[in-house]
C-alpha cells in the first residue's frame, strides 16, 4: 500500500511563511512527478507547482516567486516552501505523485489527504 501524508499547514499571517512537506509511504519502485494541488472554500483543485524525478519545476502564475517547489528522491520527500503569502493562498493543499510500486506495474496516480493552510489579513 502506498500513502501520501503531508504536514507542515496552519495559521500564518498575510506576508509570512510556511513550509510543507510530503512523504510518499510505502512500497515504491519509482516516483515520477510530483505536485503540490489547491482548493479553496468553492473553488476546483488546481496545480500549485510539479517537479519532475529530474527536477525540473513548473508553477502556477500567481505563485511564482514566491513558492518554491523542491524533493529529495532518497527520502521520497516532496516539499513546498511558500513566501510572501496572501490571503488568497488559504485552502486545502494536497500532495499528488505518480508512482510506481514494482517494476512490471504501471505508474498509477496517488493524492495525500490535504493539510490546511490559512492565511490572515
Known amino acids: 500500500q502506498v500513502q501520501l501524508v503531508e504536514s507542515g499547514g496552519g495559521l500564518v499571517q498575510a506576508g509570512g511563511s510556511l513550509r510543507l512537506s510530503c512523504a510518499a509511504l510505502?512500497?515504491?519502485?519509482?516516483?515520477?512527478?510530483m505536485g503540490w494541488y489547491r482548493q479553496a472554500p468553492g473553488k476546483q483543485r488546481e496545480l500549485v507547482a510539479s517537479?519532475?524525478?529530474?527536477?525540473?519545476?513548473n508553477y502556477q502564475d500567481s505563485v511564482k516567486g514566491r513558492f518554491t517547489i523542491s524533493r529529495d528522491n532518497a527520502k521520497k520527500m516532496l516539499y513546498l516552501q511558500m513566501n510572501s503569502l496572501k490571503s488568497e493562498d488559504t485552502a486545502v493543499y494536497y500532495c499528488?505523485?505518480?508512482?510506481?510500486?514494482?517494476?512490471?506495474?504501471?505508474?498509477?496516480?496517488?493524492w495525500g489527504q490535504g493539510t490546511q493552510v490559512t492565511v490572515s489579513l
Open positions: 517537479i519532475t524525478s529530474g527536477g525540473s519545476a
Open positions: 499528488n505523485a505518480d508512482i510506481t510500486r514494482a517494476t512490471w506495474s504501471r505508474p498509477q496516480n496517488y
Open positions: 510505502g512500497t515504491i519502485f519509482d516516483i515520477n512527478t
